[in-house]
């Protein structure tokens, strides 16, 4: 019998699940570790922090979705691969052995800057930050002083996570509530560096119009409870500090001894093998392709789930591998707090509530797949 784990019940991992459960390859049994049950699908969250979606609505139910399949959960946190063993280490000293594994954890917030990880909220694990945002809700609606709250990080999770809070305060508070002090940092010069100026226009409109303060060019230096110090040498107040400034890789796969890029992600060739082990398999945020650099983005997570389950099998049983190409570019469809957002695509950029209706068709189809 051998034996597949995989590690991570991230979007390229669920659909691996799923095609497992349904054509189980015979003499092969599969195990899912994850720390949580409910794996959160990243596109849907701004819309559960605005109050669009209920929890559910965004979160796959891993156990049941395995035990449908006939495939084992294990809820833990993988802090190593012991590869000469063929064993994953988990935090709590469990081991569980291998034949073939795969990795799909995610990445871990980029919080190298002082204070930050002592008095900010990370984006992840997303679990921390829901019960870190009901905390947020209490506090803007028994507090008789205004709410401050910032987010570090101009890209499209800071801008999305920011205008959905923004939105969710706006629809929950009262007239008899202070209205909340909004601030966004980012050291690139403007919104959305990495998209078209028409939709960093459009975005920069729509924080005006809600009175949100755009701290640009200056990065946040140091974070104190309840003072984030800019790189220009002014401060913004912050009750509250969100950090969503771009990923970082865990330490473990480096030091499990894989071959890993400069920033620590896992080293994967084309058929998202490991360049450095051959049963080692990777993809998602976790992994970096070799000679294909692309976003680190949920978009090509859920692309890569198919070719991975097609080489995953053919590890285990036989077959040639699955090539997968990143696309040289995605389109982005970015939600602004209400049922409105942009899509962006190359110098394309699309506004309306029919663009929230069509983002809201496509991640309620991705959804239904692991009912």
Known sequence: MKRLLLVGGGHSHVEVIRRFGLHPPAGVRVTVVSPDRHTPYSGMLPGLVAG???????????????????????QGTVAALDLPRNEAVCADGRRLAFD??????????????????????????????????NAVLEQARAGAEPLRLAVAGGGAGGVEILLAMEHRLRATLTDRHPSPELALITDSDTLLPSHPRRVQRIFTRIFRERGIALHAGSGVTQVEPGLLRLSHGSSVAADWAVWVTGAAAPAWPR???????????????????????????????????????????????????????????????????ARYH???????????????????????????RWVWRWKDRIDRAFMARYR
Not at 101 to 130: D, E, M, W, Y
Not at 267 to 295: C, K
Not at 326 to 352: F, H, K, M, N, T
Request: charged share 15%; glycine share 12%; net charge positive.
């Open 100 to 133: 073939v594994v795969a990795v799909n954890t995610g990445s871990v917030p980029a919080a190298n800057t002082p204070g930050a990880r002592q008095h900010a909220i990370g984006i992840k694990p997303v679990a921390g930050f829901l019960t870190a945002w």
């Open 326 to 352: 990143p696309q040289p570019r995605a389109l982005a469809l970015i939600s602004a707090g209400d049922r409105y957002a942009v899509a962006s695509y190359a110098g394309l950029a699309l506004e309306g």
């Open 255 to 321: 030091a499990s001894g894989l071959a890993v890029d400069a920033r620590g992600f896992i080293l994967v060739d084309s058929s998202l093998r490991s360049v450095s082990h051959g049963n080692v398999f990777a993809a998602g945020d976790i992994a970096s392709m070799a000679g294909h650099p692309h976003p680190k983005s949920g978009v090509y997570a859920v692309r890569q789930g198919p070719p991975l389950a097609l080489n995953l099998r053919a590890a285990l049983v036989g077959g040639p591998p």
């Open 52 to 74: 669009h979606y209920a929890f559910g609505d965004c979160h796959i139910d891993l156990e049941a979705l395995c035990r449908k399949g006939a495939i084992d959960f294990v």
